[in-house]
Every structure is written in structure tokens, then in C-alpha cells.
């Protein structure tokens, strides 16, 4: 320390403690500020010589000694003041007080959020998702997993970082808190429990009616994880090539619930997913008498062989006026715009089924294929079509001749007569007869006996599983897969399953007509509420607990949460009347069943 004595040097390293090997260096940001540092020795072999290095331990400003990570929470590094937020006392034990004291006693209260996490685990109990969680996992783990699905619906995404603060606001019904690491350690542990997975799925199947319909579907899942086996890189619907996954479904078609689900590799088309997840169902529902309806992509004749063949009822939409039986269908068109033919309860659709035999592989099998025109559909097909002729038409009206040759390579030039480039375009009445004339006609196909109503209504209903995939890519983003390995992707999937399930619940409920006890109210239409309604209306409210009176209620309830409470189907002082939840949200509530 150059221009300070020896006596100073020492003085300045007895305030540090007087440190072994210590040396003094002036700190030129602060007045009378001093580095405290530790000259350390080693021998170096390969310059065979000792050599030294030194270390800052601390710092000595104002005759006051500070160590090195105490200077910098209160200094910048360029000697500036930090400000300095106190930290709180730890709590210590009060002694009572005497009888002939004077003095108050505050008691305390507790707070924690709960937003729509009630409504949502109420939910859970409602379709017996939560205890047969409990049965498949054990109580411990089916509570981690309803927190997990809860926060996705929550939050409205997956991310697991954001866990840990969500959980530490919010009062869920696992009563503590996990961070990224621990969560992806229960995915990985829900991965690796197929006879768990196993059990919960024929413990759903059990509770399907005994003769019901389920709607299948499957659809594809990108990731970018570097360990999983059944990542294949395929096409996506944007035509681009990217590493994907195949995630399929089955759905009980009346309530829109969940049953089962199962995972493929990416490159596996959907036809070839039929035979493996009805086998699969059939082996967990036993002897139930099961209908399975499919969208179009699954009607291929080996699956229809299959299905007809094992007596399996499916029914499967078909891509229309196929070669396989568009001659039965041209001698019939005359009855598609007879008022005999239309199907009851149906808005104006005509419909037809007939009976035919194919065959695969030597082996011949019946089916029944139903047509149908849809009036409504025909039209709108029909304006859209001479709105295309129309702009086309147009363009090349104003196009140079020149200009003219680029469009003679656009698909609408069939529907056309023309001579040359300079006249004009006059339409084909025959071909375009030819085009129109399949407009409005959809069809499916069944491997079992069954009207044309019966046809047309079950697949109608068939919409349930596509609320389901739309719900689940909104409102928890099921079509984004963050995980890098195998066992923890196959458990993200088991926490997506259980939110899946939620959402049904909720939605089947928001569908309900309500009204008021007392009647004298307007009644609650369905549909009244949606999913982020639930989240949004119930985003403040809270729940306290007075640990001293050990008194417990909720705040941030307006008559919109009433409304709500009663639309979702529980009672409208749902969250203040001590529901059957509270013994498993936080230690604030079961404090208050404990002392209560």
C-alpha cells in the first residue's frame, strides 16, 4: 500500500481479523476504503519454482471491516451506494403475558389465493377422475398430478418453471411446492408406472355406459426431444418436415370425457393405429358393447375387414362418392332430391344406405354405406364455386394477352371454351354439370346394420372428441410437447390426460341450463360462461384463515363469481360454505379442520 506506513498497514489488517499472508490495497472508488487480500503459495513443478497468487477476502471501509459479498450488496463496482432492502426477524416464540398486564393480542391471519382452483378440483371429483387417480397412484401422487393438471388450466399453458411461483400463490391440492427439476423427476416416475397408467384407464373404461358410443381420433404432436424412441420426422399440415409424434384418443361421445389414450411413432399413418387401440379398449372394458366412430383417413378395406371380421361396430366416415361404390350411389342419385328421402330431424338432408359386399385378401365382408346430401352445404359449395369463376373471369378480363398465357395453366381453365388468347372465356355447362353435381354429398360407412338416421345422428355427435383436441390445444397447449426424454414425455401425457378430463367436466357443465333457487332471476343459458371465463372471474379470490378466532373465509366474490358458481353447477356459496375441497387445500385450510 504505497504512501501509508507500516503501522497504518497493520492497523488496517487487525480491523480484518489480521488475516495469515495478508496484504492492504487502497480502493481508489471509495474514500478511506481498503482491499483486504490473501497472498497464497504453490509450487509449480514445471518451472520448479514456488509461485504466488492473491485473493480478495474482504474489505475495510471507514475503519469498519466488510466481506466480499457484504461489500457488494451494499456497493457497486464503482463505489456507489446500493440500496439496502432490510430483511425481516425471524419469528420467535412470545411469552405469555401475565394477567395483570395491559397489552393486545393481534393473532394472525393466513392468505392464500385460490382463483378457480376449487371449481376446478370440484370438477375432478365430479367425474371420478380424482379418485380413480387416487386408486391407480396412490393419494400422495394423485394429489401431485391434480396440482400439475390444475395449474395447466390455470395458467393456461405447460410450462413447469412457472410451477413453483404459481404454487407459492396459489392454494392447490398438493400443499407444497416443486421446482422444474422435482416436476420433471414425477414425470418421469408417471412414465415409468405403466401398470398405474393401466389401471386408470380401466378404471374410466368401467365407468362407460354398458352399450355407448366412443369417438377416436388421432393427430400429430411436433417435438424437439433428443430421446424419445417413437420421434420420427414426418410432414406437418404446413407441408413442412419437422420431428413429430403421434398422439390418439378415445372419447366417450355423449359427455365428451376421456376414456384412454395411446402413442405412436411419428411416421405412423392413421389407418394403421385402428386395430391396436380397439384391442386396447376392448381388453379394459370387457364385455361392453361399444360403437367406435372415426373421421375420414381410417375407412381403408383392411380395417374394415378387421373390424367387420372381429364383430367390432364401427363407423367411419368415407371420402365421398369413393370408386368402391360410386356406381350404387350414380343409381341413386335421383332419390337424393326426393322429399322421401330426407333424414328426420335434420335441418334438409337427404339420405340413403345401401348394402355391399367387398373383399380382402380372398376373404369377403359386408358393409353399409350411407349417403347423404345436406341442401344447406350443396348451396354454399355451390356459391362458393361460381365466386371463383367469377374473380377469374374478372382477372382476365383485365389482363393483357400477354399476360393472359400465365393463366392457361390455372386448374378453373377445365370449366372453360376458348379459341384463342384474345377472346373471351365462355363457360362449359357440361363439365361444370359434371363437377357440381357431387356438391353437398358426404358419406360414411358402417360394419354393422343400422338406419340412415341412426348414421347420420351418431356421427353427428362424433364432434365431442374435436372439442376435446380444440379445448386441449387452447387451453393447456397439449399440441406443444416440452420434454427431452422418453419416461418424462410418456408422463407429461398422464397429467395431460387428468386436465383433459377437468375441462370435459367443466364444459359438460357450462352446457347445462341453470336457474336460481328462488326462480325469480333470469336463468343461466348454456354456454353462458367459457373456459376462460372460469379463470378470469375467478382470478382474485382468496381464502383466509384467522388463526386465532380459527375463523375461515373468502374475499373477492362479486355476484358474476354467484352466477358462475351456479352455472358450473355447485352451490352459489360454494366458497364460503367449507366445501369438501378445503381438506386438501394448504395447511391454511386443513389448519382450520385440524383446530377447528
Not at 393466513?110 to 377422475?129: D, F, K, S, W
Not at 361392453?288 to 363407423?315: A, H, I, P
Not at 326462480?519 to 382468496?542: L, N, Q
Request: one cysteine or more; proline letters at 3%; aromatic letters at 10%.
Amino acid at each position: 500500500m504505497k504512501g501509508q506506513s507500516e503501522e497504518e498497514k497493520r492497523r488496517i489488517l487487525s480491523i480484518a481479523g489480521n488475516p495469515k499472508n495478508g496484504l492492504v490495497e487502497r480502493l481508489n472508488s471509495i474514500p478511506n476504503g481498503y482491499r483486504i487480500l490473501q497472498r497464497t503459495y504453490r509450487y509449480d513443478p514445471s518451472q520448479k519454482r514456488t509461485g504466488g497468487n492473491k485473493k480478495a477476502i474482504g474489505v475495510v471501509i471507514d475503519d469498519k471491516y466488510l466481506t466480499i459479498d457484504e461489500y457488494h450488496a451494499r456497493y457497486t463496482r464503482h463505489g456507489k451506494s446500493r440500496v439496502v432492502i432490510p430483511t425481516l426477524p425471524e419469528e420467535t416464540a412470545v411469552p405469555e403475558s401475565d394477567s395483570n398486564d395491559i397489552g393486545y393480542d393481534f393473532g394472525s391471519i393466513e392468505t392464500r389465493l385460490v382463483g378457480a382452483v376449487p371449481l376446478l378440483y370440484q370438477m375432478a371429483v365430479n367425474c371420478h377422475i380424482a379418485e380413480d387417480l387416487s386408486l391407480s397412484y396412490g393419494e400422495a401422487v394423485s394429489l401431485e398430478i391434480l396440482s400439475l393438471a390444475i395449474h395447466w388450466i390455470q395458467d393456461r399453458d405447460n410450462v413447469a418453471r412457472r410451477f413453483y411461483r404459481f404454487s407459492d400463490s396459489f392454494a392447490l391440492p398438493f400443499a407444497g411446492t416443486m421446482n422444474e427439476e422435482q416436476i420433471s423427476q414425477i414425470y418421469s416416475y408417471l412414465g415409468k408406472d405403466k401398470k398405474a397408467l393401466s389401471a386408470l384407464f380401466s378404471l374410466r373404461c368401467g365407468r362407460l355406459e354398458s352399450k355407448t358410443c366412443v369417438s377416436y381420433d388421432s393427430t400429430s404432436i411436433p417435438t424437439k426431444a433428443s430421446d424419445v424412441y417413437f420421434q420420427q420426422t414426418s410432414r406437418t399440415k404446413e407441408s413442412e418436415m419437422a420431428p413429430m409424434m403421434h398422439l390418439a384418443l378415445l372419447v366417450e361421445q355423449s359427455t365428451g370425457m376421456p376414456v384412454m389414450y395411446n402413442l405412436f411413432e411419428g411416421k405412423t399413418p392413421d389407418c394403421n393405429t385402428v386395430e391396436d387401440i380397439i384391442a386396447r379398449i376392448e381388453e379394459l372394458a370387457g364385455d361392453k358393447d361399444l360403437v367406435f366412430v372415426m373421421d375420414r383417413g381410417y375407412e381403408t378395406v383392411r380395417n374394415l375387414c378387421v373390424c367387420s371380421d372381429g364383430e367390432k361396430k364401427c363407423l367411419m366416415a368415407a371420402r365421398t362418392l369413393e370408386s368402391a361404390f360410386i356406381t350404387e350411389v350414380r343409381e341413386h342419385f335421383s332419390d337424393f332430391w326426393d322429399a322421401s328421402s330426407y333424414v328426420r330431424n335434420t335441418k334438409a338432408v337427404h339420405g340413403h344406405t345401401m348394402k355391399k359386399t367387398l373383399k380382402y385378401r380372398g376373404k369377403e365382408f359386408t358393409i353399409w354405406v350411407h349417403v347423404f346430401r345436406d341442401d344447406e352445404k350443396s348451396q354454399i359449395e355451390n356459391a362458393a364455386f361460381c365466386k371463383q369463376l367469377d374473380d377469374f373471369e374478372r382477372s382476365w378480363t383485365n389482363k393483357s394477352v400477354t399476360e393472359r398465357r400465365a393463366l392457361l395453366s390455372n386448374p378453373l381453365m377445365d370449366f372453360y371454351k376458348w379459341s384463342s388468347l384474345e377472346g373471351d372465356l365462355v363457360r362449359d355447362p357440361n363439365v361444370m354439370n359434371g363437377y357440381t353435381e357431387n356438391f353437398g354429398f358426404f358419406a360414411n360407412i358402417s360394419t354393422y346394420e343400422m338406419t340412415t338416421e341412426d348414421a347420420y345422428r351418431i356421427y353427428h355427435e362424433r364432434d365431442s372428441i374435436e372439442k376435446c383436441f380444440e379445448s386441449g390445444k387452447m387451453s393447456i397447449k397439449v399440441d406443444t410437447a416440452r420434454a427431452h426424454h422418453q419416461d418424462t414425455m410418456e408422463g407429461r401425457f398422464v397429467v395431460a390426460f387428468v386436465a383433459l378430463s377437468i375441462l370435459a367436466e367443466l364444459k359438460s357443465q357450462l352446457a347445462k341450463e341453470r336457474v336460481f333457487e328462488d326462480g325469480r332471476k333470469k336463468p343461466i343459458k348454456p354456454h353462458t360462461f367459457s373456459v376462460p371465463d372460469v379463470i378470469d372471474i375467478t382470478r382474485a379470490i382468496a381464502i383466509h384463515y384467522a388463526v386465532k378466532s380459527r375463523r375461515f373465509w373468502a374475499s373477492g366474490l362479486t355476484k358474476e363469481v354467484s352466477r358462475l358458481c351456479i352455472a358450473c353447477g355447485v352451490d352459489k356459496n360454494f366458497y364460503t360454505g367449507q366445501p369438501a375441497y378445503i381438506k386438501s387445500l394448504t395447511s391454511i385450510c386443513r389448519n382450520f379442520h385440524e383446530n377447528g
